[in-house]
C-alpha cells in the first residue's frame, strides 16, 4: 500500500512541475535584423595568416585610444581591454535638479561608466585572419548602482578602430 502511494504521489508532484514548465518563445530564438548588420560593422578580414601578430597590433591600437588591457590570451585569440569615463549628462541633472525643487528628493543621475572592448581573432582560409572587436559600456549611478548596460552600436568607433588598426597592420608587415 505505501508503495502505491508512493508512485501516486511521485506521479502527481512529475505532472504538477510538467505543468509549470515555461516554453521559449518562437521570437527569443530568431536573431533581429540589426545583428547581422552589427557584426558586419565589428567585423573584418586581414590577409595575414599570423593572428599573433594581428592581436599585438590590436593591443596597440587599444592603448593608442586609451583602453588598458585587462586580459590577452593570444593563444585563443582574445583580448580584453577597458576605460573609464565620465558618464554624466547635463538632462539627466537638469531633470534631479526640477524633481528635487518640487519636493521629490534626490533622484540618482548617471555618474561614471567603465567602456570595455573584446577583440578577437579567427582563421578565415590559408592566408586570411578575420578580426571582431565590440564595444559595451556598463554605467553607475550616484548612489553606486549599475544603470545601465548596453552594447555600443556607434559606426563611428568601429571604423576608427579599423581605420587605425589597418594602419598598424600595414606599418608592421612592411617593419615602418
Known amino acids: 500500500m505505501r508503495q502505491i502511494f508512493s ?10 512541475l510538467a505543468g509549470c514548465a515555461q516554453t521559449i518563445p ?18 573584418r578580414s586581414f590577409e595575414t595568416s599570423n593572428e599573433k601578430e594581428l592581436l599585438i ?11 588598458s588591457i585587462d586580459e590577452s590570451e593570444t593563444g585563443l585569440g582574445v583580448i580584453v581591454g577597458s576605460k573609464d569615463r565620465d558618464a554624466t ?3 539627466q541633472i537638469a531633470a ?5 525643487a518640487l519636493g521629490g528628493g534626490s533622484v540618482p543621475i548617471d555618474s561614471h561608466q567603465k567602456i570595455r572592448v573584446s577583440v578577437i581573432t579567427h582563421p578565415a582560409g590559408k592566408k586570411t585572419t578575420k578580426l571582431r572587436v565590440t564595444f559595451q559600456r556598463i554605467v553607475w549611478n ?7 548596460t548596453q552594447s555600443i552600436e556607434d559606426p563611428k568607433i568601429y571604423q576608427e578602430f ?10 608592421d608587415a ?3
Open 96 to 100: 534631479a535638479i526640477f524633481i528635487a
Open 162 to 171: 579599423f581605420h587605425k588598426l589597418s594602419k598598424a597592420v600595414f606599418l
Open 26 to 43: 518562437k521570437e527569443a530564438l530568431q536573431l533581429r535584423k540589426e545583428s547581422f548588420e552589427l557584426r558586419q560593422l565589428q567585423t
Open 57 to 67: 597590433s590590436g593591443a596597440s591600437v587599444l592603448q593608442d585610444l586609451g583602453y
Open 142 to 148: 550616484t548612489r553606486g548602482q549599475v544603470s545601465k
Open 174 to 176: 612592411h617593419e615602418i
Open 7 to 16: 508512485i501516486i504521489l511521485v506521479l502527481l508532484t512529475s505532472c504538477v
Open 89 to 91: 549628462e547635463a538632462g
